[in-house]
Nanobody, 125 residues
């Protein structure tokens, strides 16, 4: 039984930083590709960053150079360090896991084995 739980969201000013965490249980994360996604109000969910079971990392163009994804296979956790935050980064952030490979810009919801419930990130100007 796979379960994912995000934490670390909050409200920060533009230019600030946040670190999100995703705790996975019920499976070994080393066997999965994992990623972070976000959804702004009224918008479609978009991929932000992904890391494969081998450690290959991809980012959306909008966050490249500002966000960093990392995975700890021993702890079954997935983190997202977010720096230089902008107002357009506001939204609900979700982590997801899949037995299939995916990238930040090449993914499909039907290939995801599990989603977390999300954590809210709000960036103020």
């Amino acid at each position: 039984q796979v379960q994912l739980a995000e934490s670390g969201g909050g409200s920060v000013q533009a230019g600030g930083s946040l670190r999100l965490s995703c705790a996975a249980s019920g499976y070994t994360s080393s066997d999965y590709s994992m990623g972070w996604f976000r959804q702004a109000p009224g918008k479609e969910r978009e991929g932000i960053a992904a890391i494969s079971s081998r450690g290959d990392i991809t980012y959306a163009d909008s966050v490249m150079g500002r966000f960093a994804i990392s995975k700890d296979n021993d702890k079954n956790t997935l983190d997202l360090q977010m720096n230089s935050l902008k107002s357009e980064d506001t939204g609900m952030y979700y982590c997801a896991a899949s037995r299939f490979w995916f990238s930040a810009n090449n993914w499909s919801s039907y290939r995801m084995d599990d989603w977390g419930k999300g954590t809210l990130v709000t960036i103020s100007s």
